[in-house]
């Protein structure tokens, strides 16, 4: 808090209190009136005050929130003023102008909260925590209620109301703020416990006023006036500081629900007591008697069907956990096993040699652990397909993943990679030499002729690529690729024979340290660009782009695979990322001043630039500044890394301020996709290296399939990426996919032949781009 800030609140802070001890000492009574007065306007001045101060400091998130809460400390204030104004002028009716805007502070504060929860909180969630919110309100009416009942007669409808509005509405507020808390996981902070003291203390102490007035018993310069003062301070400090920051704690999340679940409870036992007192009270009137008696049953019914559809949401819950399962069962099968030949694919492979090289890490270069890939190629297999036809270079390739299994006897971890080529992983301490030997057993005993059904004994040999972890390569995928180029430099040389990856690794390694250091300048030298890749319907029209960046270096294009896991890991992600975003929306304001139909533009986004703090609020500014909309933009995020818990408030917060999400490369990570539920996402992309194959590949299909149908369980969109061919088009609509990115529509373009290939201008029909595709529409 700044210096004169501070100054200024200590000040007021102690002029309030020094009015109200003047009001307590004061003996004539129009000066007790005077002081109490001057108390009262203090406090709730500096209530509004520091209500602004906070709103001015809110993060974009919570400024619906602080605008409330302004709002509300503001109504009391005017109802203050106008307060002094009737007494001033001796004019004192009830209910009178002041009372309606004090009344309306509490409806403010309660509305907004809701407004903000019902936002927050997942869609399955509104019905019972609705009912939550109109169960406590009820429960609370019927208690105050009862308190007004032994005092009598109430002179009218309108007089009565008003009386009891007064607490009902202050302390409605009070309740729906503390049951936001558990029901949105908001972080529980001092602020949000000052906030609902101050409530409280407004509701009961004007609910005594109340009492006082109907008994003819209000004193000025009481003890019981600076109540008021209290709950006004309470209010302010806690608006001051108010942050409604969504915890990663699965722990206290956990601890939230079961509170809340407590409610129906809570309510209930108020409505019980409620009714308990209303039978031992005097003199109640009939009329109230029967509101009382009315709102504790709407409790109960509120209570009970709260309960009914959180029984009934439980149950639907475990039903698509147990369809979530089931199709994971499957899809891990069809995703870890090579159909032909039973053994583990590359999927499998990968994972198992990323954990090989993680332990190998973790157990450090003292330890020896090293891990080779060995990846072998049947020599000429394609000579065989050709002259024998598939089913005998499938049976061939049984066949081979037969001997080299015998051949390993236990020894490492064989898979089948895909068309000829096997790999095999050694993950214990080997030297080169014991690797080398197994190299060359192995390609001896495919020297051995193969005894082919119908075909006879065919001589076919095998070469065999090998890199060493830690020598050759830093991670698994490098040491994948690298036995891919030992393998190739193999078969350039002529084949039958195996070779060690060591010096491309160092040739490449400087090229790599060569393009961080020009990736450092490239943002200055104005040496990226963005280019934008349609997306279309079924109709094949246009329905959004994909924003995605090019680097041209020296005159030579850098492809992105090479350059962002390098921006990435040297942190470089972040201003380039901001870059991305920043020139996506200031094209998007460009096309729109153009009189172009702006189409939404998908941005990919690291998680790197997401575990910025206010990575949310700077995407928001920058999408504000160009004049646009969040929801004009998806946000692309890998699969394996949106699904990091700790990046869960992130994801949450963009979604919340509009910006729509999608899971990039789906397929790929390791999804558990009952995480993946609890997610805000919109939409799926599933990875290019399914679709690529759908048509030949049993197992892509399947999964393809797979993820549509997940898809429809957690009412997501499907997008399809790489699509390069009709056929593929044809079978992914089949599927019920909505949309499509592929080089069968477009590749990816500077945005001016965007522009004039595929962008429409505003007001203009946009024509079907495949008319063929109608028939197929109208099938689904
Ligand atoms: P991605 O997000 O999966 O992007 C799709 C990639 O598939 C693009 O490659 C695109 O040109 C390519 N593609 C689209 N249709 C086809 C097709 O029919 N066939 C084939 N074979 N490929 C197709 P690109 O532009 O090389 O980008 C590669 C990756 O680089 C992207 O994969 C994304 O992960 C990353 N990337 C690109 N731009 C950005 C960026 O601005 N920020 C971040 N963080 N990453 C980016
Ligand atoms: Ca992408
Ligand atoms: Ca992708």
Known sequence: MPQAEKWLVAGCTALTVGLFAAALLASDRAAQVFFDNASWTLAFLLSAFLAWRGRVQASVVDHSLHNGLLLGALLILAGQLMWNVQVATDWNPFPSPADALFLAAGPVWALT??????????????????LDFGGAVLALLAVTLVVYVP???????????????????????????????????????????????????????????????????????SWFNGLFSLAALALGWGSRYFQAELSNDAAYRHRCEQVVNLVPLATMLMASATLWLLFTAAGARSVVYALILGCCLLVLVLAALRQAIVVSLLERLRMAEAAILRNEEQLYHVAHFDTLTGLPNRRYFEDALDQAVQLAVQQGPQSGQCVAVLLLDLDHFNNVNETFGHRTGDK???????????????????????????????????????????????????????????????????????????????????????????????????????????????????????LRRRLHQALQAGELSLEYQ???????????????????????????????????????????????????????????????????????????????????????????????????????????????????????????????????????????????????????????????????????????????????????????????????????????????????????????????????????????????????????
């Open 113 to 130: 909260v809701m407004r903000v929860t019902f936002q927050r909180i997942a869609p399955d969630r509104v019905y019972p925590t609705s």
């Open 151 to 221: 005092s009598g007669e109430l002179k009218s409808a309108l007089v009565g109301a008003v009386m009891v509005l007064y607490p009902v509405s202050f302390l409605t507020a009070a309740s729906v703020t503390a049951l936001a808390v558990p029901s949105v996981g908001v972080r529980w902070r001092l602020s949000h416990g000052l906030i609902i003291a101050g409530m409280v203390c407004y509701g009961l102490s004007w609910m005594h006023w109340n009492l006082l007035a109907l008994h003819g018993e209000l004193a000025p310069g």
């Open 396 to 514: 061939l390739l049984v066949e081979a993943a037969k001997r080299i299994a015998d051949h390993l006897q236990g020894r490492g971890f064989l898979a089948r990679l895909g068309e000829d080529e096997f790999m095999v992983m050694l993950a214990r301490s080997h030297t080169r030499n014991e690797v080398a030997q197994l190299a060359a057993s192995l390609v001896e005993s495919f020297m051995q002729p193969w005894q082919l059904p119908g075909v006879g004994a065919q001589f076919v040999g095998a070469s065999i690529g090998i890199s060493l972890f830690p020598d050759d390569a830093p991670d698994a995928a490098t040491l994948v690729r690298n036995a891919h180029t030992a393998l190739n430099a193999i078969k350039d040389a002529g084949r039958g024979t195996y070779r060690f990856y060591i010096d491309e690794f160092t040739r490449q390694a400087q090229g790599r340290q060569a």
């Open 534 to 780: 349609p997306q279309v319907g079924r109709r094949q029209q246009l329905v959004g782009v994909e924003a995605l960046m090019r680097w041209r270096l020296d005159g030579r294009m850098v492809p992105p695979d090479e350059f962002i896991p390098i921006a990435e890991a040297s942190g470089l992600i972040v201003p380039l990322g901001r870059w991305v975003f920043e020139t996506a929306c200031r094209q998007a304001a460009v096309w729109d001043a153009a009189g172009f139909v702006v189409p939404v533009i998908s941005v990919n986004i690291s998680t790197i630039q997401l575990r910025e703090p206010q990575f949310a609020q700077s995407l928001l500014a920058l999408v504000h500044e160009a004049g646009r909309a969040p929801a004009d933009f998806v946000l692309e995020i890998t699969e394996s890394e949106l699904l990091d818990e700790s990046l869960y408030a992130a994801a949450v917060d963009l979604r919340h301020m509009g910006f729509a999400l999608s899971i990039d490369d789906f397929g790929t990570g390791h999804s558990s996709l009952i995480k993946l539920k609890r997610l805000p996402v919109g939409e799926l992309k599933i990875d290019k290296a399914f679709v690529s194959d759908i048509c030949e590949d049993a197992n892509d299909r399947e999964i393809c399939a797979t993820v549509h149908a997940l898809a429809r369980t957690l009412q997501l969109e499907v997008v399809a990426e790489g699509v390069e061919t009709q056929a593929q088009f044809d079978l992914l609509v089949g599927m019920g996919c909505h949309r499509f990115q592929g080089w069968l529509f477009a590749k990816a373009l500077p945005p001016e032949a965007l522009q004039a290939q595929w962008l429409q201008r505003a007001g203009a029909q946009q024509p079907p781009r495949g008319d063929e595709h109608d028939a197929i529409d109208a099938c689904i």
